[in-house]
C-alpha cells in the first residue's frame, strides 16, 4: 500500500513542464514514477529531480523508457492510479519528416495508453498538448476554446513555423482521446498556451526562450509575438493534477491564464530589469498575434489560476539569470 495519495507517472520527467508536475505531486503527498530516455553516450544528470522535496522517499526514476518502444513505459506503470504522458518528440525546426514526427508520436501515446489497460491499476491519464493543436483552425476570432482543432491539411499545404510538430500533436490528441473512449479507459487532455515562469530543469526551455526572445537578441525569431496566450509553468503544473483527482472531466480543456502583449512585456521588463539591453517597442512588434484561449471550461470544473502575466516573466527572467542564461 502506498503512503500518501498514491503512485503515479510521469513521462518525460526531465522536461520544462514535466519536471514542475513531479515537485508540484512530491509536495501534495504522492509517489511518483517519472520515466527518462537513456542517452548512451552520456549519463543522465538527474540530481535536479532526486534534490526536489520528497523526492528521496517518493521519487523513483525509471530510464530507458523511449517513445519509439511503449512496452519500456510498463515497469514505470506498475502500480501507478494515474498517469501524466507529458513526453514527446519535440522538432521545431522541422529537421525530420512530418510523418516519421507524427507516427512516432502517435504510436508511443496509444503504446502507452495500451500499457496502462494492461497494468489494470491505471484509473486515468492526463495527455499534455499545446495550442498548436487548436489555434490553426482557419477562423478568425478574439477567443479560441477546446471545440476547434487545428486543420492538418493547412499545416501540411501552408508549412508555417513548426508546422510538422503541430501536426503531430494534433493528431496524436485525438488518437488518445478517441483511444481512451473505445477502450473505456478515462483520458483527458490539457491543452498549454506559451508557458513562462521559473525552470527546475538545467536546460533552457524553449518556450521561455521564445517568450523572452527579445532579451536574447533575437528579434528575427520566427516565434516573436505581438500578443499570445499565456500560463505560469507551476499553474500547468497544478492544472494537471486538478484533472486527474476532479471526480468526472471531460475531453479538452484549454489553459490559458491571460494574455500577453508585447507592450506589457516591454514595460514589465524595462521596470524590473532595467539592466537588461531590449529593444524599443517600435522594433519589437513579432510575428505571431494570437487570440486569447478561453479556459472557461477548466474555471468552471474549479480550477483557479494562481499566477499573472508580471509574475510569469519575472520569475522567467529570474531563473534565467540564476541559471546564467542572461
Known amino acids: ?36 530516455r537513456s542517452n548512451p553516450e552520456e549519463k543522465r544528470d538527474v ?28 515497469e514505470a506503470l506498475e502500480g501507478c492510479t494515474g498517469v501524466f ?8 525546426e522541422n529537421k525530420e519528416a512530418e510523418e516519421v514526427v507524427t507516427k512516432r508520436a502517435i504510436d508511443g ?6 500499457a496502462c489497460l494492461s497494468v489494470k491499476s491505471v484509473k486515468r491519464v492526463v495527455y499534455t498538448s499545446g495550442a498548436v ?47 481512451g473512449e473505445s477502450n473505456g479507459l478515462q483520458v483527458v487532455s490539457l491543452i498549454l498556451p506559451m508557458v513562462v515562469g521559473a525552470f527546475i530543469c538545467p536546460k533552457l526551455p524553449d518556450s521561455v526562450y521564445s517568450s523572452l526572445y527579445f532579451t536574447f537578441g533575437d528579434e528575427k525569431n520566427p516565434f516573436s509575438y505581438t500578443q499570445i ?27 490559458a491564464a491571460c494574455l500577453a502583449t508585447i507592450d ?6 524595462s521596470v524590473k530589469f532595467p ?28 480550477f483557479e489560476f494562481k499566477y499573472g502575466l508580471e509574475e510569469m516573466f519575472v520569475d522567467a527572467i529570474q531563473s534565467c539569470k540564476q541559471k546564467g542564461f542572461l
Open 1 to 36: 500500500m502506498e503512503n500518501g495519495k498514491g503512485r503515479v507517472c510521469v513521462t518525460g520527467g526531465t522536461g520544462f513542464i514535466g519536471s514542475w508536475i513531479i515537485k508540484n505531486l512530491l509536495e501534495d503527498g504522492y509517489s511518483v514514477n517519472a520515466t527518462i
Open 47 to 74: 540530481s535536479f529531480l532526486t534534490n526536489l522535496p520528497g523526492a528521496s522517499q517518493n521519487l523513483r526514476i525509471v530510464m530507458n523508457a523511449d517513445l519509439s518502444n511503449p512496452e519500456s513505459f510498463k
Open 85 to 92: 504522458h507529458v513526453a514527446t518528440p519535440v522538432d521545431l
Open 109 to 114: 501515446a496509444l503504446g502507452i495508453l495500451k
Open 133 to 179: 493543436a487548436v489555434m490553426f483552425n482557419g477562423k478568425k476570432l478574439e477567443e479560441m476554446d477546446e471545440s476547434l482543432w487545428s486543420d492538418v491539411e493547412y499545416l501540411r499545404s501552408a508549412k508555417p513555423p513548426s508546422w510538422s510538430y503541430a501536426v503531430s500533436k494534433t493528431l496524436t490528441e485525438k488518437a488518445v482521446l478517441e483511444f
Open 229 to 255: 496566450p499565456t500560463v505560469h509553468v507551476e499553474d500547468i503544473a497544478r492544472a494537471h493534477k486538478f484533472l486527474l483527482e476532479h471526480p468526472s472531466p471531460k475531453g479538452r480543456y484549454n489553459c
Open 264 to 269: 506589457k512585456i516591454h514595460d514589465i521588463v
Open 275 to 302: 539592466e537588461i539591453q531590449i529593444p524599443k517597442l517600435e522594433e519589437m512588434q513579432g510575428h505571431l498575434k494570437l487570440p486569447m484561449f478561453s479556459s472557461k471550461k477548466l474555471i468552471e470544473a474549479g
